[in-house]
């Protein structure tokens, strides 16, 4: 698969012929400057949770590419009266789609929407395919929880963590969360894009480090291949 970090939790994945969108949050976002949306054309949307700041330019790009979107269900809801399409999944159920199988986990946290709206109960996601496997964990603290991935899912090749503190788990507890979930390699966000989260990026990799994992911390539109 490859992966491609734009900031905050905003990645793109193409696994297979699939290309997934997570949490896309580009307008007010205080690293981007006028990104051109339309550069985007996922097939499908994934959505952690409310927050503006993962879900702020979903219904653009939806509307753009014809992505659909996969949340929760009060999060498609929200989306399906402004005319954009999802799947609705929840906490412990998977799916398969035609790119893989989906299965929304359990993340600490909270999802209202940027209206106030209920979000439903904030997750993460664990997407496989025939050949590889990662979970893409939204925000979230440390929780025991994430044990129970290796015990439900395939062996994860890679693991999207947030590390940025005060608002998910720093880089401390997702070093743990990294043992829990019993992968090496973890690809840091959630991180650096306003003040209450900057880090000392050396620390974090190092935090890491000392568990034998691998934290990959990529510039804003690079690629990474797994
Ligand atoms: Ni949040
Ligand atoms: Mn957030």
Redesign the pocket.
Known sequence: MKITFYGH?TFEVKLGDSTLLFDPFFTDNPLHDNFDLNSLNPDWILASHG?G??VADIEAISKSSNAKLISNYEIVNWFDEKGVKGHPINHGGKYSFDFGTVKYVNAIHTSSMPDGANGGDPGGFVIWNADQCFYFAG?TALTRDMELIPMTCPKLDVAILPIGDN??MGYEDAAIAAEFIKCDIIIGC?YDTFGYIKIDKSKAIEAFRAKNKTLLLPNIGETIEI
């Open positions: 939790a927050h700041d993962h925000d608002f998910t959630h």
